[in-house]
T-cell receptor
Framework: AQSVTQLGSHVSVSEGALVLLRCNYSSSVPPYLFWYVQYPNQGLQLLLKYTSAATLVKGINGFEAEFKKSETSFHLTKPSAHMSDAAEYFCAVSPSHAGGTSYGKLTFGQGTILTVHP | GAGVSQSPSNKVTEKGKDVELRCDPISGHTALYWYRQSLGQGLEFLIYFQGNSAPDKSGLPSDRFSAERTGGSVSTLTIQRTQQEDSAVYLC?????????????FGPGTRLTVL
């Protein structure tokens, strides 16, 4: 079974500071990995995804993530935080191999609430 | 084009009542997913549809939960004899097909409160 662990349920940064949200996965074979963002009272929006092409993935709003197989990690970073980045962020995993009932199904981490202060 | 829509946006019900939650996916998307977001459990998968069939119902919490999809489009999640632990935000998502490669587009959710 696949699982995702997000380290830190709350992260607080100053505006302009580096954002680092941590995600580690557990899977018998390298999965597909996703980062979603959820703004208050809204649905989830895809930030970026890793689907076994380039290990460094660039997404929307200046975010990027690096897939590190040796560390089973997929941490999300942004060089300079904006106030508008304040939201909850979810890391998710999905099987990369077709077949089986889990294919296409997202398994989410517990989420990390990002606070950006002036 | 239009995104995934869900109705109602909020639902307050009394314990023991039945509720129906509706999801309208993006036109042409063959795969549809239901997730539940609650304080204690985080985001958890409930069920998915490929077309009108639901091959995997393992995520449904109990036999009080059921879902159907008609015409390869609209889906309804029904909760019978609601309990307080059913209080959560129910999210629907759709994608082009049931491939992990494809992005799932999420609706705004239905917030269910069981009194």
């Amino acid at each position: 079974a696949q699982s995702v662990t997000q380290l830190g349920s709350h992260v607080s940064v100053s505006e302009g500071a580096l954002v680092l949200l941590r995600c580690n996965y557990s899977s018998s074979v390298p999965p597909y990995l996703f980062w979603y963002v959820q703004y208050p009272n809204q649905g989830l929006q895809l930030l970026l995804k890793y689907t076994s092409a380039a290990t460094l993935v660039k997404g929307i709003n200046g975010f990027e993530a690096e897939f590190k197989k040796s560390e089973t990690s997929f941490h999300l970073t942004k060089p300079s935080a904006h106030m508008s980045d304040a939201a909850e962020y979810f890391c998710a995993v999905s099987p990369s191999h077709a077949g089986g009932t889990s294919y296409g199904k997202l398994t989410f981490g517990q989420g990390t609430i990002l606070t950006v202060h002036p | 084009g239009a995104g995934v829509s869900q109705s109602p946006s909020n639902k307050v019900t009394e314990k023991g009542k039945d509720v129906e939650l509706r999801c309208d996916p993006i036109s042409g998307h063959t795969a549809l997913y239901w997730y539940r977001q609650s304080l204690g459990q985080g985001l958890e998968f409930l069920i998915y549809f490929q077309g009108n069939s639901a091959p995997d119902k393992s995520g449904l919490p109990s036999d009080r939960f059921s879902a159907e999809r008609t015409g390869g489009s609209v889906s309804t999640l029904t909760i019978q004899r609601t309990q307080q632990e059913d209080s959560a935000v129910y999210l629907c998502a759709s994608s082009q097909d049931r491939s992990s490669y494809n992005e799932q587009f999420f609706g705004p959710g239905t917030r269910l409160t069981v009194l």
